[in-house]
């Protein structure tokens, strides 16, 4: 968990994580974006064949997470499953950490593009979105009421800089005063530039949160290629 980095949104403090999630103290609330477990198995099934252990880890990253800040509420901004199928590919003993770790918060799944109807055995409540204090937490960004601000994912953000002679490129959290698109956490998602056409539109002047081997580090707009 980041020690350095706060994102303030309507007053809210989120601590971003070198997982990829959010955590907020104010609420005592862990965020989680685009899983996609079992995306390995559905890849397979299209003949496109990688080590089948995506679901695995990323529930470990999930699991260290939730130890690291012992949070109240486990919240998911949709595409925890990659696929409607996702659910009945899973691994037993992944199944059971899964269960495990929604065993230990109040969990909420905010449903996907990937997963309208996420699974309904795995613990936890199934909603299309929610406010968190004065914050709407949805899976795909929409155009903002004059007094919403908005966390979502989605658009699975990265970011790339240049230091030192090189080009960095990491995922990232990017934000402005009013929004928030956090990265994806799961193993095998890929990540899509913030300069990218998706984004256009969707931010005013905005910072972003990269995520490094070691630590989370801010940039701002300016420097972000």
């Not at 965020?31 to 995306?39: C, I």
């Not at 409540?125 to 004065?134: F, H, Q």
């Not at 005013?204 to 290629?225: C, E, L, N, T, Y």
Request: neutral net charge; proline residues 6%.
């Amino acid at each position: 968990m980041s020690r350095s980095h706060r994102i303030t949104l309507s007053g809210v403090d989120f601590i971003p994580d070198l997982s990829g999630a959010l955590f907020v103290p104010e609420f005592n609330a862990l965020l989680v974006a685009d899983l996609h477990l079992e995306k390995g198995t559905s890849l397979a099934r299209r003949g496109v064949h990688l080590p089948p252990y995506d679901t695995r880890e990323s529930l470990l990253q999930l699991k260290a997470a939730v130890e690291a800040t012992r949070p109240q509420r486990l919240i998911f901004l949709g595409d925890s499953f990659h696929d409607n199928d996702a659910r009945d590919r899973i691994d037993l003993s992944d199944l059971a950490l899964l269960r495990a770790i929604t065993a230990c918060a109040e969990t909420i799944w905010i449903t996907g593009n990937h997963d309208p109807a996420p699974p309904r055995d795995v613990g936890g409540i199934i909603i299309e979105e929610m406010v968190l204090g004065p914050v709407t937490l949805r899976h795909q960004p929409r155009a903002l009421r004059a007094d919403e601000a908005e966390i979502s994912g989605h658009l699975h953000p990265a970011a790339a800089i240049h230091a030192r002679g090189h080009r960095i490129r990491c995922r990232c959290f990017i934000a402005d005063e009013r929004r928030v698109i956090m990265p994806a956490f799961g193993s095998y998602t890929g990540a899509l530039s913030v300069r990218s056409e998706a984004f256009e539109g969707l931010f005013g002047d905005f910072h972003v949160w990269m995520i490094g081997d070691k630590a989370v580090h801010r940039f701002p707009a300016s420097q972000v290629r």
